[in-house]
């Protein structure tokens, strides 16, 4: 567990509270409890004696509520075809570099030439442009190679660019602009959609992860979120980074693939788009089809923040 990895002392604040590790956990601990003894219609008022409950939107609006998933892709050990653009591990720093010389703040165009990633980096493995654009934008995917070996690229570092989708230069090129619709356009218009995903600054750097380490195939099936949380499908979301991280939340939502009603949720991940109060991506895993699902999940619906209730101090106790 996220928590358990901390010092009980660790403190983590959110508005004007703030919350010592031990307080987290032993929040948690009740959470679970609550789910494991309560029926459904008992577990909102039980929720609700244990639990602050504070409503996140924007001032505009209702929460913004989008899906993700882990992408399956194919890759090379070497570039070969379509298969140019490397998957590239983060660079390795020296202390001699300048700010314009240091390779973690390259745009992506810069990392399109072989010079440059072959003097700061290391391929992992060799991807297709509009895959390669895919794992960067969800930030892992699962790869198998022409010799049959699987496993897995997940997020290690960026550059600190901000994301430009390259939706905004396709409008009237590609018939649709959702990102895995992208491998088809490119057939068709190789040139312009190349340079729209090119034009987009920001850089994601991967670490490699071999499936055979796991214990577990339930383990080997879940990326790395934030922090070193493992995603659990229909559990875990994206949250702007002023949403502490493992805190729990009810989300509620309707839509034409998925619709939910104050399903527990964990913030187990971030993500460069997903800013703002409310502003919430809905963690739907890797299996076939689900890229479907999550690329038409855009909707409006309830984020509710779940904080540890504070104990009231009894003052008729308190040595005078």
Not at 111 to 135: C, G, M, N, Q
Request: with cysteine; charged share 25%; hydrophobic share 35%.
């Amino acid at each position: 567990m996220y928590f358990k990895r901390m010092s009980e002392d660790t403190k983590i604040r959110f508005l004007e509270e703030e919350y010592t590790n031990r307080e987290i956990l032993k929040s948690l601990v009740e959470l679970q409890n609550i789910v494991h003894d309560s029926s459904d219609l008992q577990l909102q008022n039980e929720i609700q004696k244990k639990f602050k409950l504070i409503d996140l939107s924007p001032d505009d609006g209702a929460p913004t509520i989008t899906g993700y998933y882990e992408v399956r892709i194919n890759g090379k050990n070497q570039p070969e075809g379509e298969y140019q653009y490397p998957a590239l591990s983060p660079p390795t720093l020296k202390s001699d570099y300048t700010t314009t010389e240091n390779p973690m703040h390259f745009p992506r165009e810069r990392w399109k030439f072989k010079a440059i990633w072959e003097k700061y980096s290391k391929p992992i493995v060799f991807l297709r442009l509009t895959d390669l654009h895919l794992a960067q934008l969800e930030g892992s995917a699962l790869v198998q190679t022409d010799t049959n070996e699987s496993f897995r690229i997940n997020y290690a570092a960026d550059n600190g660019q901000n994301y430009i989708s390259p939706s905004i230069f396709l409008q009237g090129i590609c018939p649709s602009l959702k990102p895995y619709h992208l491998s088809n356009c490119i057939l068709l218009k190789p040139k312009e959609v190349t340079e729209a995903i090119l034009k987009n600054p920001r850089y994601i750097f991967f670490e490699k992860e071999t499936l055979s380490n796991f214990k577990t195939n339930e383990d080997r099936l879940r990326p790395l979120g934030s922090g070193g949380i493992r995603l659990v499908p229909f559990r875990s979301v994206a949250m702007d980074k002023q949403i502490p991280l493992g805190f729990p939340i009810l989300l509620s939502f309707q839509s034409n693939h998925e619709s939910v009603n104050n399903h527990l949720v964990f913030v187990h991940d971030r993500g460069n788009a997903i800013t703002g109060e409310g502003r919430l991506d809905y963690f739907l895993g890797n299996d076939m089809g689900i890229e479907e699902i999550a690329n038409h999940l855009l909707t409006k619906g309830k984020v509710t923040l779940l904080l540890p209730k504070k104990q009231k101090t009894d003052k008729r106790n308190k040595v005078k």
